[in-house]
């Protein structure tokens, strides 16, 4: 309660504040500040009329406010003061206090009325000695409590904050607990006190586990909550993490989004007051597809298992998921058995992911080998496929099969088989190679001739030509890195006779008598019925026809017919009649018809005597080393009055060529040796350089495969190629020639440097084309032991078009551990020029490589080389029990009759020796051939006894040696 104040003061007031006006204090703030200096108790009349005194003219003002003074009613000087706490927990007592005085003078024993707009108070209290009265307040509800205390016309009030209790209950609310990875839960946490008053104060935490399927904790947090924020919580596989921001609402917001698959547990806690709540997260649809646990390549007819595992985008396992199997067989190709086995199979063809996700598959690889193709789909995703590839292998080799084509040669000298050998296993699977490894070959023949497997499993040879009609038998044996497998088979190829192409019809003699005169009167008609290349036809139909009856009478054994006679000829493809003369003298024609082939032979018969000839051989066919008879038969026919002279028959025998000591060499070779000289070709060791030595051995070994009419060049090369000794392409067609080639391998330069080998093939090719000779097979052989780190055209690619246009073969080795070898390049090389590439694991392998080429690119059976053997006339000398004098020398002289001997060969074999025998002829002029002489036609066999080698060492030459202890 305010004071009175007495007019006049108000009075006072009003003129001291006009005075101010007059004197300049015109601000109105200036008049309000000394105006309220007083205090007038609830005038607001008159505190607005004090406003209009401030911005109006006093005079009015004052009028004004005299009469509002004489309306105003003085009260007395009793005053009522309450007082309390400003704030209390919601549920707690609270003691108001109302002081009442009159001019600070306490007034006891009044009663003052208490009332409250919240909560309970009690209603009245007295005042004491001190003027004091109490009251208790008490309000249950958390909100602004206003306290009023009231005496007569006299009240006050008070303002009591009253706050929420502490935290007795945590409540929660969500839309939903099951959602799908990836979505936000929205989850509220609400803090009441024990009366339901939200606490917004109280702090809370939320502890955050992470439950997997197996019901383990994979992650945990703890963070703060509070009303008024979100709290954004993501979740991962391997992490929690958060953010907050403010909001609007009395409760705290958890804004849950996890991509892990899982239960979330959101324990909120205040003080001893918790409560909790779970979130589950299930996997979204089907969006990853992995295949686990399979190898790429298992052997036919194998029963594995398969596993896969469903994922969603977020990797999270998928339970119960629907996986469909299928397979596919391998296709028919080169590499598998031509039969379609349709063996391969999965099981079950569907089944379901378990709660890791995971599905397993029982399945089994085709008989035949290949690709069996695995289709998988996940039904509950469309788009969700995977197709792989699980390589069936063959088996082991359980047999070997063997081919050819064309499916018939003729006996031509032309034609040949390529015959191809294939290891299988029980399936027919070719038995491929592991790498291009000589230890998977085939052996032909016993060993004679070695063939790598090809990328098909299949080695090859070429049988033929010949121009022999023959049965050829054939074996083919199996070898692999353990050595000989006992598996093996055999064929038979047949080089046949051709359609029939002439007709050879003789008569002889060809000249007879008249029937009228004395002496010889019959003519044996002799034919035979050839193919295009000179083998005779048995069973060939014959039509024998005597042109001219008038003259003579054709008869033939056997057959009723005469003249005009239906024949068919014998197993060797002959046939024959008689023709006997009558007595008129002319020619007379005999003509043989089959089908369009036809031959005729004239008889002259004669009216008068005459001498005549002809030659008898014995027997009518041979076969190789038979001996043929021949016989001169001259005759007088006719009573010829001469006396009978003496008749020379000398055989000429053939002087075309195919008496030379190599006429079964076929085809001239043109080769040139590329050896590599690097640096790591002195790897294993310096004394002797290996493995440059034993590929120097090899090299020269390879010369004695080849026959007089090769020839050969060397090239080495490092960082650089080099011509060690430029010999060019030398004839090997004496000892001093090849001895030349020896001596340019064996002076090839240290092992040092880079691998030029680009640059080499380009020499090679070089000299194949400028020096190579026009009728021969032009072969370069490669061997290195690396991969090209120098020179030009590093892949060979310049060298391929180089050697293909100039029909160049290149065969390639690799010499050493495939993994240090560009075994993809040499592979390029050899099969793009029609050659092949041979991998040799270590040097001593080298001269088995060297000696399987010179097998593949020669057209003769290299074990059979008998330098001089073919074609030379037989003459009946040998020297035996030979025993050198001191100095190591025997001499021995024999004739030969010149016009009998047309070629000459001696030959010496000797054992039990390690050292060589040098051997030359001396002729009767005195020329020198052999050693010390010219050595045209003088060969020193010393080739190695491996495998494709089955001779023991000899030499061709005369019977003249030197000191065997000479090396």
């Not at 007592?93 to 109302?98: R, W």
């Not at 790429?296 to 594995?304: A, D, L, R």
């Not at 021969?776 to 030009?792: E, M, P, Q, W």
């Amino acid at each position: 309660m305010e004071p009175h104040i007495p007019m006049w003061q108000i009075l006072k007031k009003l003129m001291t504040l006009h005075l101010m006006q007059m004197k300049g204090y015109r601000s109105p703030f200036n008049f309000f500040q000394l105006f309220l200096s007083f205090s007038f108790h609830k005038s607001y009349i008159l505190k607005h009329t004090i406003y209009l005194l401030m911005v109006v003219k006093i005079i009015p003002a004052i009028f004004l406010l005299f009469i509002l003074a004489l309306s105003i009613t003085p009260v007395t000087g009793q005053t009522l003061e309450i007082s309390g706490p400003d704030a209390l927990e919601a549920g707690e007592d609270a003691v108001i206090y109302a002081t009442l005085s009159n001019n600070s003078t306490p007034i006891p024993v009044e009663i003052i009325n208490f009332s409250a707009d919240v909560g309970q108070i009690s209603s009245n209290g007295t005042t004491n000695a001190s003027g004091v009265a109490t009251a208790i307040f008490n309000s249950t509800e958390a909100k602004s409590a206003n306290i009023s205390a009231n005496y007569g016309s006299i009240s006050n009030n008070l303002s009591i904050n009253v706050e929420p209790a502490e935290v007795n209950l945590i409540d929660w609310s969500c839309k939903t607990q099951a959602l799908v990875v990836g979505n936000i839960s929205t989850i509220n946490f609400t803090a009441y006190d024990t009366y339901g008053n939200i606490n917004t104060t109280a702090p809370m935490d939320v502890e955050i586990s992470v439950i997997e399927y197996d019901n383990s904790i994979s992650n945990s947090s703890t963070l703060s909550l509070s009303a008024y924020n979100y709290t954004g919580i993501n979740i991962t596989a391997n992490s929690i993490t958060s953010n907050y921001s403010t909001s609007v609402h009395p409760f705290a917001t958890v804004l849950l989004n996890s991509t892990f698959a899982s239960v979330v547990n959101l324990n909120v806690s205040s003080g001893t007051v918790s409560n909790m709540t779970n979130i589950t997260y299930s996997p979204a649809i089907p969006s990853i597809l992995e295949i686990k646990s399979y190898d790429e390549e298992y052997t036919v007819n194998t029963t594995e298992n398969i596993s896969v595992n469903v994922y969603d985008r977020y990797r999270n396992p998928i339970n119960n998921s629907t996986v469909i199997f299928n397979i596919t067989p391998p296709i028919n190709t080169s590499y598998n058995s031509h039969i379609p086995y349709n063996s391969s199979e999965i099981h079950p063809s569907s089944t379901i992911t378990n709660i890791k996700g995971s599905a397993i598959a029982s399945f089994r690889t085709d008989k035949r080998a290949g690709d069996n193709i695995i289709n998988i789909s996940v039904s509950e995703n469309e788009t969700l496929y995977k197709e792989i590839s699980i390589t069936g292998i063959a088996d082991s080799a359980e047999d070997m099969h063997l081919t050819y084509t064309p499916s018939l040669c003729y006996a031509n000298n032309v034609d040949s088989y390529s015959l191809s050998a294939t290891p299988v296993d029980q399936f027919l699977n070719p038995i491929l190679p592991n790498g291009p490894n000589i230890k998977k070959q085939v052996y032909f023949n016993g060993g004679t001739t070695k063939i790598p497997l090809n990328p098909y499993g299949t080695a090859t040879t070429k049988v033929g030509p010949t121009p022999y009609v023959e049965n050829i038998s054939v074996t083919a044996s199996f070898r692999n890195e353990t050595g000989d497998t006992g598996i093996s088979n055999s064929t038979n190829v047949n080089f046949i006779k051709g359609e029939l192409a002439q007709i050879k019809l003789f008569a002889i003699p060809s000249t007879i008598l008249t029937k009228n005169l004395i002496g010889n009167h019959i003519s044996s008609i002799r034919g035979i019925a050839l193919d295009e290349w000179g083998h005779s036809l048995s069973d060939v139909n014959i039509s024998l026809v005597n042109t001219n009856v008038s003259m003579g009478n054709l008869t033939m054994e056997g057959i009723n017919e005469t003249n005009s006679i239906n024949t068919t000829t014998n197993s060797a493809g002959r046939f024959s009649a008689t023709f006997e003369s009558r007595n008129l003298e002319g020619n007379c024609t005999i003509n043989a018809t089959s089908g369009d082939i036809k031959s005729s032979t004239i008889i002259d018969i004669h009216d008068s005597p005459f001498i005549t000839s002809w030659v008898n051989i014995t027997p009518a066919t041979v076969d190789s080393g038979d001996i043929i008879n021949v016989t001169t038969v001259v005759s007088v026919e006719g009573e010829l009055p001469v006396t009978r002279q003496a008749a020379t028959a000398m055989l000429t025998l053939d002087k075309s060529g195919s008496m030379d000591p190599d006429s079964y060499a076929g085809t001239p070779l043109d080769v040139v040796l590329v050896l590599d000289r690097s640096g790591s070709m002195q790897f294993l060791g310096t004394s002797p350089q290996q493995p440059l030595t034993d590929a120097q051995t090899a090299a020269k070994t390879f010369l004695d495969n080849l026959v007089s009419n090769s020839q050969v060049g060397v090239i080495s090369f490092s960082s650089y190629y080099n011509i060690d000794e430029d010999i060019g392409l030398t004839l090997l067609n004496s000892s001093s020639n090849k001895q030349l080639v020896r001596n340019a391998i064996d002076a090839m330069e240290s092992a040092n440097g880079g691998t030029a080998m680009g640059d080499a093939l380009a020499r090679a090719n070089d000299a194949l084309i400028n020096e190579g000779r026009n009728d021969s097979s032009k072969v370069i052989i490669l061997l290195t032991d690396g991969v090209a780190t120098s020179g030009d055209d590093r892949d060979g690619s310049e060298a391929i078009d180089d050697a293909n246009s100039h029909g160049i073969t290149i065969y390639t080795i690799g010499l050493g551990s495939s993994d240090y070898i560009d075994e993809p390049t040499l592979q390029n090389i050899a099969t793009a020029t029609d050659g092949t590439y041979y991998n040799a694991p270590t040097s001593s392998d080298l001269q088995e490589v060297y000696n399987s080429i010179a097998q593949n690119i020669s057209d003769y059976d290299v074990t059979d080389i008998e330098y001089g053997e073919e074609g030379f006339t037989p003459y009946s000398y040998k020297a035996e029990d030979v025993n050198l004098n001191s100095s190591y020398h025997y001499e021995d002289s024999f004739w030969i009759n010149k016009t009998n001997i047309n070629d000459l060969k001696v030959r010496l074999d000797w054992i039990n020796s390690s050292n060589d025998l040098e051997l030359s002829l001396i002729s009767p002029s005195g020329k020198i051939y052999g050693a010390n002489g010219d050595t045209t036609g003088y060969y020193f066999d010393d080739r190695q006894a491996i495998d494709i080698d089955v001779r023991s060492v000899q030499k061709d030459a005369s019977i003249y040696s030197g000191n065997p202890d000479d090396s």
